[in-house]
């Protein structure tokens, strides 16, 4: 199979640092990425093809040096303040180990000089600089140039910013190989890029950025054993090392041995105060160990340190917002074809009680209508729940549940649940829960009869390469009505199986297949009908983007195949959330073509959500 490797052809530019001329037009200046340049377009795309696969957004843009020889520079973005594009270089340096150059342009040039294709043509250099690259080769004929379109927002001195003197990256012979190697990973092709860092190494054994990034690929591509040997050749003649502590780390955060490695870091920082690199490493450990405490405490320090760190503020926002006191609402309102209307009124507030247990206090109102009809009773009840619900971490990967609660409305009594999660594997968690003695509120004509019910659920819900989805659930129901009185049970199982197709914007593709059966404990007693048999397949998609920091739209649709009904049903569901400060809402809007109920018949369901993070 061939891989398209983008060569960097000649002595790679960097931008003057002089002042230029002053614009004619005056123009806005920007600050730009720069990453690579290249003599030749179709190796310049090639690299661009590269960028974008991994998720970049690269520009490539046409530029001159001095001795009027034009070069295809790849750039990853432009920012209004030189701040931001520093802080998006460290990004690209953290993530591809390349270097990068931060330099300023205006805005006019950067629109007018950038290439489409890589066979897009632009203006050749002035006639001037061209005659004077001829003379200087000793040309003895003299040629008559035709003046090419100058630049409308900049003046001709502009093309000429690329210095030959001045270096972007050192793109020799041993970096070729490197970069080679990289993308010999990340294309599918490890055992090739490894065998080429092995090489590499031979060469340059003295390299300490070789060595430490081979190790890092060995780790990567899961050779652990080759690189806990070469870590512990490292440590041997050199304990001190810091590159070989930070990779040691890294080993030991994969092994699950959270508190060596966390020991590992510390003694890092106290070799070097305040490196960032080693800052972070201890706030993504921590957090994956379970210290949520530490996690914060190391995400400030790092914030601090480097304001622009986009994902280090992230990852503090969502521990805040994860564990501090948090109050939410959440009015709905359901209504279906035979006119009833369910309207519910939800609250809850949650805190940690201790850095291992966190509480949760839950209150509803829900209001149950239904008009009486032809052959149908009227039903108007007002119910009431409330609960406390108790989590406690006894480990990084186990947490139990515990509730006790009560209601009244419908029929009065104690409710109860316990259960677990239990984290038994990176990508996925398996749950237990027992739910004792919950009001029947899914099916309205069970609420005229006091209807309640007993669960039990076991759900594992997993996904693997951030890529494919699994879910699983089966449940046991155990329904009642008036004074305790048996009136069926109920077996449920859910498959679902979820795909990525696109993770900016996210989007996803679903199949799911549901089986219920329902048995009657008296077929004497039927005050009212349960669907008996349901064997539904849905195709679904779901869509979710983030217009900007404050606002997210989703969207989901499906349709689903029920083998005991004639014609297939479908659904739709936006969403709308804003996050503005501690402040979170939401909007949700669904219809179905079918309840669901024995009934049948189209349901919309309205909701909203109102949070605030204290």
Known sequence: MTVLIPVMHGTPLRAEDTTVAAVEKKS????????????????????????????????????????????????????????????????????TRLDYLIRSMPLDLLEERTLNSPGELLPAPSPELAAKNAGSKGSATTTTLTPEPILVGAPESLFYELDQGDVLRATGQRQQKVILSRIMIRRGYVEDGLREY??????????????????????????LAKAEAMLSRWLNLDPESPRALRQQARLRLLAGDYSVQIDTLDYLLRLRPGDTDSISAKAYSTQQGGDWLGAIESFSQLVDAEPDNYEARQALSGLLMERRPRLE?????????????????????????????????????????????????????????????????????????????????????ISGTLGFDWRIHDPGTFSAMIDYNNPWLDEPSATNYEGHYNQLSL????????????????????????????????????????????SDPDLFVSYSFYRSFFKYDDETFKPFEVVENESIHTFSASFSKSLCDTIVFQAA???RFDEFKNSPSYFGSPSLSLRLGKFELSLNYEYSSDSGLAGGGETQFVSGGIGFVF
């Open 198 to 223: 092995s090489k590499l190494l031979k060469i340059y054994p003295d390299d300490l950025e070789l060595r430490e990034e081979y190790i890092g690929a060995l780790i990567d591509n899961s050779e």
């Open 28 to 95: 806005e200046t920007i600050w730009t990425v720069r990453v690579s340049s290249f003599l030749q377009a179709d190796s310049a795309w090639n690299f661009v093809s590269y960028l974008k696969s991994e998720g970049y957004a690269p520009a490539m843009v046409y530029l001159y040096d001095r001795q009027g020889r034009g070069w295809h520079v790849v750039q990853i973005g432009d920012y209004p303040t030189r701040s931001q594009a520093r802080a998006a270089g460290r990004l690209f340096k953290d993530k």
């Open 329 to 413: 609402l959440t009015p709905s309102v359901y209504l279906q074809s035979d006119e009833s209307i369910t309207t519910a009124f939800g609250g809850s507030f949650a805190m940690q009680i201790t850095d291992q247990t966190r509480g949760e206090i839950y209150y509803a109102n829900t209001c149950i209508y239904r008009p009486q009809g032809d052959g149908i009773e009227q039903i108007d009840k007002d119910v009431n729940q409330a609960a406390f619900l108790l989590k406690r971490d006894f480990t990084r990967t186990f947490t139990g549940i515990a509730g006790v609660g009560g209601y009244e409305g419908t029929a009065s009594g």
């Open 459 to 502: 759900t594992y819900d997993g996904f693997y390469d951030d890529t494919w989805g699994l879910f699983l659930n089966g449940q046991l129901r155990q329904y009642k009505l008036e004074s305790d009185r048996n009136y069926g049970a109920k077996g449920i199982y859910n498959v679902i199986l979820t795909r990525r197709l696109l």
């Open 557 to 559: 649709g499906g349709i």
